[in-house]
Structure formats: C-alpha cells, structure tokens
C-alpha cells in the first residue's frame, strides 16, 4: 500500500507564530486527507485534497496538494492555544481498499502561550 | 451525519483476561467499518476493517479479533491479553456516499496489568 513520510514529529511554538507540517509520497497520490487529534481525543477530519496544485483555506489553515501529487503541506497561520494537538495526513491505501486509509505518523503541535 | 459511538471510554485489564470493545454507528447504513490502535504520541495502526456483516479483514497477525455480527456493529475482542495488547482503540466509519473520510469514535483507552 501507499506510505507517507509526515514531518516534523513535534512542534514547538510560540502563540503567533506560524506552523507547518509537511507530507511526502514517493508515488502519485489519488487524494490526501488531513486530520486533527486535540490532546485524548479523536482524529476529527478536516479537508480532502484531490487536484493537482490544489490549495484550500479554513480560516487560519491552509491545505496544499503539490503539482505531482506527491505532497502536500498544512500551514497554520498564527497559532492560537486551540491549535495544540496532533495532525495527522492520511492516504488511500489504493486499488480496492474498501477506503481504508494510511496514516502518517503525524506532528505534534504543542503552543506555548 | 454519521456517528460513531465506543464503549468502555477507559478500561483497565489484568493480562490473560477477555476482552470485548464495541463500537455502533448512526447516521449511516452499510458503512465500512475500521478498528484502529494508537500507542502513546504516535500514529495509527489499522488492525481491522470490514465492509460489511460478517466480513472481516485482518491488517496485522495479533492477539486481536474483530466480528461484526450487524450492519452497524463493530466489535473487537480477545481471549487472553497481553501487555502489548495496551493503547488507544479507535473505531472509525465511512460511507456516506462517495466521500472516503473517516470519522472515528471517542476511542477507549485499555491498559493491561
């Protein structure tokens, strides 16, 4: 199946700085899928990329799909003490994989107020 | 919208005994259903999926089976656990219609003793 490479495994920052994690393939995604884990609790789906190049806001967040479909990044925008948690990206595992998903390891992002 | 709902939230097992974690789904008919485990600050791990009543698909050989006796039951068990067994299990479900994210249940957080 498809494996993603998620870097960083952690992230330390200041509230108002900027956050970036980054998700690398070494074949052709199909789609990404990007995740949210705030500190025990549950993966919550944010934002499905499908395109080539494709870019997608929500509020301070901001996905991106590379144009080989390779990679893809979420940027946060000047972190608020509510970003703290896990993100985590996600891909088909191909073929007929009944939508079964394969996790990157995801990064922990940890805001110091 | 599709809910996924996990029972026991925390549950602390001596090793060798039985284990049996349910997971039921509302919103949705005939989802796929997937059982996953997280150890402490890392990723997740798919141990089983299922497609539909009765049919289950195994990811990893364990000490974990999974049965899914009705379209939106989903449960996972074990006749003796081990140490190893201890983590976070989630049950997550897709299916509504053709977007693949998942949502997962609140999870139930097992340590063995």
């Known amino acids: 199946g498809q494996q993603v490479m998620q870097i960083p495994q952690y992230q330390h920052v200041q509230e108002g700085e900027d956050f970036t994690t980054y998700c690398n393939s070494s074949t052709t995604l199909s789609n990404i899928q990007w995740y949210k884990q705030r500190p025990g609790g549950h993966p919550v789906f944010l934002i499905q990329l499908v395109k080539s190049g494709e870019v997608k806001k929500q509020k301070r967040l901001t996905f991106q799909f590379g144009e080989a479909k390779k990679n893809s990044s979420l940027h946060i925008t000047a972190t608020q003490t509510t970003d703290v948690g896990t993100y985590f990206c996600?891909?088909?595992?191909?073929?007929?994989?009944?939508?079964?998903?394969?996790f990157g390891q995801g990064t922990i992002l940890t805001v110091h107020p | 919208s599709q809910t996924i709902h996990q029972w026991p939230a925390t549950l602390v097992q001596p090793v060798g005994s039985p284990l049996s974690l349910e997971c039921t789904v509302e919103?949705?008919?005939?989802?796929?259903l997937y059982w996953y485990r997280q150890a402490a600050g890392r990723g997740l791990q798919l141990l089983f999926y299922?497609?539909?009543?009765?049919?289950i698909s195994s990811e990893v050989p364990q000490n974990l089976s999974a049965s899914r006796p009705q379209d939106r039951q989903f449960i996972l068990s074990s006749k003796k656990l081990l140490l190893s067994d201890s983590g976070f299990y989630l049950c997550a479900g897709n299916g509504a219609g053709s977007r693949n994210e998942q949502f997962f249940g609140p999870g139930t957080r097992l340590t063995v003793l």
């Open positions: 299922s497609v539909g009543i009765g049919q």
């Open positions: 996600a891909v088909n595992a191909g073929g007929t994989s009944y939508g079964k998903l394969t």
């Open positions: 919103g949705t008919s005939n989802p796929n």
